[in-house]
């Protein structure tokens, strides 16, 4: 088992920056990516980012996300970060982070069914 405990929300104004942590302890051997999705009211989880782990640091971003948003991670202390700049009221939502275990993909998967475990979400919200 392993688990996944994200950290970093809160509330900004558009334009704003946040960011995000998700540290990951237990059974951590095999994870073969992490990512963030968020959900919003009214909407599917979406994927927003995500990182392989132990291949060169090798990432993937939504179109939503690219440009504005990185991804990165500290192997040393299990811990995945989402550092979010000039941030959109449309970013609002609840953000989870995610990791794939004993799987491998050529390329990341940046979709929910792909994941197998799952954190608890921390919440973003931007205000206009």
């Known amino acids: 088992q392993v688990q996944l405990v994200a950290s970093g929300g809160g509330s900004v104004q558009s334009g704003g920056s946040l960011s995000l942590s998700c540290a990951a302890s237990?059974?951590?051997?095999?994870?073969?990516?992490l990512a963030w999705f968020r959900h919003a009211p009214g909407k599917e989880r979406a994927g927003v980012a995500a990182?392989?782990?132990?291949?060169?640091?090798?990432?993937r971003y939504a179109a939503s996300a690219q440009g504005r948003f990185t991804i990165s991670q500290d192997n040393a202390k299990n811990t995945m970060y989402l550092q979010m700049n000039s941030l959109k009221p449309d970013d609002t939502a609840m953000y989870y982070c995610?990791?794939?275990?004993?799987?491998?993909?050529?390329?990341?998967?940046?979709?929910?069914?792909?994941?197998?475990?799952w954190g608890q979400g921390t919440q973003v919200t931007v205000s206009s």
């Open positions: 237990g059974y951590t051997v095999n994870i073969y990516s």
């Open positions: 990182i392989a782990i132990g291949s060169y640091g090798r990432t």
């Open positions: 995610a990791a794939i275990r004993n799987a491998y993909y050529d390329t990341i998967p940046l979709v929910p069914d792909a994941y197998n475990a």
